[in-house]
């Protein structure tokens, strides 16, 4: 089981989206039409697509007990601009939460984090402690409390440089 296994069911859109930005090198995916295809956004909705995505790092860092990475909009203020109903199928009667608008990328975040909040998979996903990392990663360890995205990359840097703080 690889610590970058990818996190279950829709959280893969959430995850996708927040590792669209490499923060060592501030590349952004969402620059190139390329990138921003994946997530049916244009240049109009970009900057938009980029307030969401650090207000899900936020989230994400808190999740792991971190604090923000900077001041970012509130998640939830985000995610209550689009409201969600909940639908069932007359066939089987199973029901979900559903965009009202289905479409934009915001619609989409926020049923996929409904999902994952019925799923309980929500808390699992979090973002790196590393400060030129901080990257999406779905924690699969059995107590759920993993704080890198990796031990081997991350979780090494990190013991590295207390063990240099020591020595010094
Ligand atoms: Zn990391």
Do not use: I
Not at 111 to 137: Q, S
Not at 158 to 163: D, I, Q, S, T
């Amino acid at each position: 089981m690889s610590e970058r296994s990818a996190p279950p069911g829709a959280l893969t859109l959430v995850q996708a989206l927040v590792n669209t930005l490499d923060v060592e090198t501030g590349g952004d995916a969402l620059d190139t039409a390329e990138g921003r295809a994946p997530f049916g956004l244009t240049e109009d909705t970009v900057d938009s697509a980029r307030e969401l995505r650090e207000s899900l790092r936020a989230a994400l860092l808190a999740h792991a007990g971190h604090p923000p990475h900077r001041a970012v909009t509130p998640l939830g203020d985000l995610l209550a601009r689009a409201p969600l109903v909940v639908t069932v199928d007359t066939a089987d009667g199973s029901a979900a939460l559903t965009p009202v608008d289905d479409g934009p990328l915001l619609s989409r975040v926020a049923a996929a984090v409904a999902e994952a909040v019925t799923a309980g998979t929500w808390n699992r996903l979090k973002a790196c402690e590393a400060a030129d990392c901080h990257w999406a990663y779905y924690d699969r360890s059995p107590a759920g409390r993993g704080r890198w995205c990796s031990m081997r990359v991350c979780g090494a840097r990190a013991k590295m440089r207390r063990y240099r703080a020591k020595e010094a």
